[in-house]
């Protein structure tokens, strides 16, 4: 893209069924740096088309993540012109929800339209330390926090959160949700919060299948998100395996238990051959969105910035696959 041109005006709605977002993650860089490059690969997202782009949550330093995704969606949000960003997902378990509520209602007062949030029980003890709250804690307290943390991000707070402004305005202008998932029992819950899905980068598709089936039948009606890895000409297959071996280095066995065969990477020497690919792994998993990953450990920033830059010409191919694959789940 010339320094001339703009970013497209077309974009679907944060987390929205059919839309295809970039997931960021920082380079092993010093901080200063992380936040310059990250938010220049925001940038490039937001010119290439990408509808909008997804951080997560680590703490203390932990490889390929920053703390606070809440606080960095709004440095990306300001790189961008059109592109909404999405903290997903955030680690509910961390703080009381009221607190983020209020730190997601008032970025979405800044950016309104342009914010999404997606939420997850967690799986690091060390995130959990550093909190002060009981690893052996998490679950339940995500599912005592998530229905509560739903009902205030659509301004229908019953304590005294909801006289807060920013989440009154919820009320007309709901925030869009995610839910990490990983189980039937996981999807049945979103469902029933009218929530959209999403799943493990690492998880099969015969696995996506069977959850997003048991989603529709519970009712589901919002987005069911894949999140992929995907490269548009050779892959780095190097780097690609010590990202493996770090994860498994770290991963819950009931994570892992999902994962499929090999490392799930989807790659095409052409971006025609790529999305095709990508459209059917999203019609083999029942599912009609999905969050793209390019950054693998090990990678320059410019050979990230590299590949964003194909999606210049390529994203209007996703776009048909992801819109053909819609249609088969």
């Given at each position: 893209?010339?320094?001339?041109?703009?970013?497209?005006?077309?974009?679907?709605?944060?987390?929205?069924?059919?839309?295809?977002?970039?997931?960021?993650?920082?380079?092993?860089?010093?901080?200063?740096?992380?936040?310059?490059?990250?938010?220049?690969?925001?940038?490039?997202?937001?010119?290439?088309?990408f509808d909008g782009v997804m951080v997560a949550e680590h703490h203390a330093d932990f490889p390929g993540y920053l703390p606070?995704?809440?606080?960095?969606?709004?440095?990306?949000?300001?790189?961008?012109e059109g592109a909404w960003a999405a903290p997903c997902p955030l680690l509910l378990p961390m703080k009381p929800y009221a607190?983020?509520?209020?730190d997601l209602a008032w970025l979405e007062a800044a950016y309104p339209g342009r914010v999404g949030a997606g939420f997850a029980?967690?799986?690091?003890?060390?995130?959990?330390?550093?909190?002060?709250?009981?690893?052996?804690?998490?679950?339940?307290?995500?599912?005592?926090?998530?229905?509560?943390?739903?009902?205030?991000?659509?301004?229908?707070?019953?304590?005294?959160?909801?006289?807060?402004?920013?989440?009154?305005?919820?009320?007309?202008?709901?925030?869009?949700?995610?839910?990490?998932?990983?189980?039937?029992?996981?999807?049945?819950?979103?469902?029933?919060?009218?929530?959209?899905?999403?799943?493990?980068?690492?998880?099969?598709?015969?696995?996506?299948?069977?959850?997003?089936?048991?989603?529709?039948?519970?009712?589901?009606?919002?987005?069911?998100?894949?999140?992929?890895?995907?490269?548009?000409?050779?892959?780095?297959?190097?780097?690609?395996?010590?990202?493996?071996?770090?994860?498994?280095?770290?991963?819950?066995?009931?994570?892992?238990?999902?994962?499929?065969?090999?490392?799930?990477?989807?790659?095409?020497?052409?971006?025609?051959?790529?999305?095709?690919?990508?459209?059917?792994?999203?019609?083999?998993?029942?599912?009609?969105?999905?969050?793209?990953?390019?950054?693998?450990?090990?990678?320059?920033?410019?050979?990230?910035?590299?590949?964003?830059?194909?999606?210049?010409?390529?994203?209007?191919?996703?776009?048909?696959?992801?819109?053909?694959?819609?249609?088969?789940?």
């Amino acid at each position: 893209m010339t320094d001339g041109e703009t970013a497209p005006n077309f974009r679907l709605q944060p987390l929205a069924p059919g839309s295809i977002s970039l997931r960021l993650y920082p380079h092993d860089l010093p901080a200063v740096e992380q936040l310059a490059v990250l938010r220049r690969q925001a940038a490039l997202a937001d010119a290439a088309g990408f509808d909008g782009v997804m951080v997560a949550e680590h703490h203390a330093d932990f490889p390929g993540y920053l703390p606070n995704p809440v606080q960095l969606a709004g440095f990306l949000l300001d790189a961008m012109e059109g592109a909404w960003a999405a903290p997903c997902p955030l680690l509910l378990p961390m703080k009381p929800y009221a607190l983020i509520v209020e730190d997601l209602a008032w970025l979405e007062a800044a950016y309104p339209g342009r914010v999404g949030a997606g939420f997850a029980a967690g799986a690091l003890p060390v995130d959990f330390e550093l909190a002060e709250v009981p690893f052996d804690e998490i679950v339940a307290r995500f599912k005592a926090a998530l229905p509560l943390t739903v009902a205030a991000l659509r301004g229908a707070d019953e304590t005294p959160l909801g006289a807060d402004r920013a989440v009154r305005r919820l009320g007309e202008n709901p925030l869009p949700m995610a839910v990490g998932t990983q189980s039937v029992a996981a999807v049945q819950r979103a469902a029933r919060h009218d929530l959209a899905v999403l799943y493990d980068s690492l998880q099969g598709a015969e696995v996506s299948k069977k959850l997003s089936d048991a989603y529709d039948e519970a009712g589901g009606t919002a987005a069911k998100i894949v999140i992929r890895r995907v490269w548009i000409g050779e892959p780095p297959t190097g780097e690609m395996a010590a990202q493996m071996e770090h994860y498994r280095s770290y991963a819950p066995d009931r994570a892992i238990a999902n994962w499929g065969s090999g490392d799930q990477l989807i790659a095409g020497g052409t971006a025609a051959e790529t999305a095709e690919r990508l459209g059917a792994v999203l019609a083999a998993s029942n599912c009609d969105t999905v969050n793209i990953r390019v950054h693998v450990k090990g990678l320059t920033p410019a050979q990230v910035d590299e590949q964003i830059d194909r999606y210049v010409d390529g994203l209007p191919l996703f776009r048909e696959a992801v819109r053909a694959a819609a249609a088969v789940a």
